[in-house]
Each structure stands twice: as C-alpha cells, then as structure tokens.
C-alpha cells in the first residue's frame, strides 16, 4: 500500500487520516489517542468543528513528536479576506497548540449560511494569506475543499500557486468525477472526506458482497477504494476497534470489482458539509 502520497509542492503526505468531523471535544480526544497508537499520523480538523483544542491536547499527551505528525485545519468558510485569513490562522495554531500546520485549507468557497455566493475575489484575497503564512513557516502545504475548478482557477491565475489539495465529499457511488478529473489533470490531491458516506454506504448490497468476496469488512473495502482512486481517504469514526480496523486495508481491490464499484452512481447526491 502507498504510505504517502508526494503533493504538487515537494512535500509528503500520509496517506490515510483520521476525521474528526461532528466529533465532540470528549471523543475527539479519545479518537485522536487512539489513532496514534494504532498508526495514524495524520489528523484532520477545522476551526468550525470545535474541537481543535482537544485534537491539540491528545498530540501532546501522545508522546509522540510534532514532527512525526501530520496535523491538517481549515479556515471558517465565511472568513473571506486576507487579514481575516492570517487571523484565525492564529487562532488555529493556538487551539492547537503548534508553531505551525501541516496543510491549511479554504473549507469552502463560499459561507455555508450563503452556499452558491461568488466569492471570488475574497477567496484570492484568503489565498494571498495562505502563501505568505507559508512563506513565514506557519504553513508547510496549503489547499482547499470542496472547491470546483471554476473556483480554483482564479486562485491560480492571481497567484501563480496551485493548491496542493482540494479535499471534497468522495465516496463509492458520488465520486464527482468532473473535480477528480481536473484536480488530476493539475496535480491537485483530492484528499475523500466521508468514505463512507456518514455511513450510510454501510447498507448497499452490491458493495457489502464485494466486501464479503474479499473477505474484508464494508468500510475498509470503502477506505481502499478511495486510496485505488488515488485520493487520500479521512475516515471518522471514535470507536477504538474501528478506528484501528479503517487502518487494516493492505490488500487490492481487484480490477473487474473496481469496475463494478466505479459503475455504482448516484448514491446520496445531496450535498452536506465537512
């Protein structure tokens, strides 16, 4: 199994994280713990989950060091200016309570009170921001979710700098081909986040034989379809067993069931946020 993907920037990136998306302060602490004992490296969070604080605290009580750790937030979708930007940056870095983050990302390209807004020129405005806090090493990669190309181009053409990843809701059955097409046409990592979709995906037949053929569970089949992709999948979850089980997928999906999976469309189309 690939370990790391390399991003568009030089830099490495584990290639399975921990979610921690609708995790209370309790259980994300709990999660995080236990993620890193059973393996991970790599954790997800953002400013608008609240839970950043916790998330920073069980790295710290790990024992394991800030170097060895892959630590990704997201700036509020409604902060849409630059100084905005570099301010809950140092939020974030105080919650968590690191001198710098691994990636930094736009959680979307517009408020989630305002979905559909043209945010264009404060999300420029937002991307300025990100490069010089890069420049200032509080930031090593920057990116953005649940950006569509359209939303993205501009970034680049005021900038000259391409995100390092677009982090966006990919899963069997909703894998928005025409964003995984034009991030990999730009060597934009498309990081899934919900895999499972919330786990809803956990009741579809069709997948759970496949599963069952392989003699793996539903949800590591899930997780190895996404990394078959080529996207980099965040499984949330704060049960220890699962956590540590969503980390068991060394194995490969045959080539005649990913063509089944990569048939399956239109599985929970309604958007959601992450």
Sequence with gaps: MIRNFLL?????????????????????YRAVRAAIEYGYRHIDTAYAYDNEDAV??????????R??????????????SYGGAKEYCERSLKALGTDYLDLYLIHAPWPWS??????????????KAFIDLKKEGKLRSIGVSNFHGDQ???L???TGVMPAVNQIRFFIGNTQEPVWEYCKQHGILVEAYSPLATGKILGIKEIGDIAEKLGVSL??????????RGTLPLPKSVTPSRIADNM???????????????AIKGLFPKPYRS
């Design 8 to 28: 568009n920037d030089g830099r490495e990136i584990p290639a399975i994280g921990l979610g921690t998306w609708q995790s209370e302060k309790p259980d994300a």
């Design 56 to 65: 920073g605290q069980a790295v710290k009580d790990s024992g394991i060091g």
């Design 67 to 80: 170097e060895k750790l892959y630590i990704t937030t997201k700036l509020p979708s409604d902060i849409k």
């Design 114 to 127: 305002a979905v559909g807004t043209d945010c264009t020129e404060g999300n420029i405005g937002v991307w």
């Design 152 to 154: 993205i181009d501009p």
């Design 156 to 158: 680049a053409e005021a």
């Design 219 to 228: 949800a590591q089949l899930c997780i190895r379809y996404c990394v078959q």
């Design 248 to 262: 068991r997928i060394d194995f490969e999906i045959p080539e005649e069931d990913m063509k089944i999976l990569n």
